[in-house]
T-cell receptor, first 112, second 117 residues
């Protein structure tokens, strides 16, 4: 089965800097989604990019998708202390089912 | 903004006991899901539910697990005879109608931490 897999990074950056994290997956998809999880909380949906899209923006977030390489990146610009969280990519089944396959997550710490 | 709510936030249960985890999905959503996250591991899909029946389930979702939508608002996950390895954070999620296509974001609750002793 397919899985989202982030690069196993723990990022520690200064407030105002940009944070980039990557994700790769193994099979065909309809879409790829990025989620944020604050400690002890649920997953918050950030952005969804469809398989026929290459780039998408939402506020300070920029997501790219390269289906030929089966990879995606999430860029957070001008980071804030409140961006401190774990970030997960998730892919759907690509077969019409809605189940999400999550990666291991990237821990991002933004230092004020 | 509407949100998915889950109760309880933390459930401690003796091994072998039955446990029911409860969720109230977003009111106009029609697809419902359960996921779990064992400490330090990935979030794993358990089951999806639509039109009062299971749409898909993973290999984790064995005969010990069941889901139900007992009324118009609640969505429950039952584990009949809990095992130590069922200890995890359980997340409920919901998404809008399927007719929007397979590109609907899923909205998650804050989870129930299940501890099996």
């Amino acid at each position: 089965s397919q899985q989202g897999e982030e690069d196993p990074q723990a990022l520690s950056i200064q407030e105002g800097e940009n944070a980039t994290m990557n994700c790769s997956y193994k099979t065909s998809i309809n879409n790829l989604q990025w989620y944020r999880q604050n400690s002890g909380r649920g997953l918050v949906h950030l952005i969804l990019i469809r398989s026929n899209e290459r780039e998408k923006h939402s506020g300070r977030l920029r997501v790219t998708l390269d289906t030929s390489k089966k990879s995606s990146s999430l860029l957070i610009t001008a980071s804030r202390a409140a961006d401190t969280a774990s970030y997960f990519c998730a892919t759907d089944g690509g077969d019409g089912n809605n189940r999400l396959a999550f990666g291991k997550g990237n821990q991002v710490v933004v230092i004020p | 903004e509407p949100e998915v709510t889950q109760t309880p936030s933390h459930q401690v249960t003796q091994m072998g006991q039955e446990v029911i985890l409860r969720c109230v999905p977003i009111s106009n959503h029609l697809y419902f899901y359960w996921y779990r996250q064992i400490l330090g591991q990935k979030v794993e899909f358990l089951v999806s539910f639509y039109n009062n029946e299971i749409s898909e389930k993973s290999e984790i979702f064995d005969d010990q697990f069941s889901v139900e939508r007992p009324d118009g608002s609640n969505f429950t996950l039952k584990i009949r005879s809990t095992k130590l390895e069922d200890s995890a954070m359980y997340f409920c999620a919901s998404s809008e109608n399927w007719w929007g296509g397979p590109n609907q974001p899923q909205h998650f609750g804050d989870g129930t931490r299940l501890s099996i002793l």
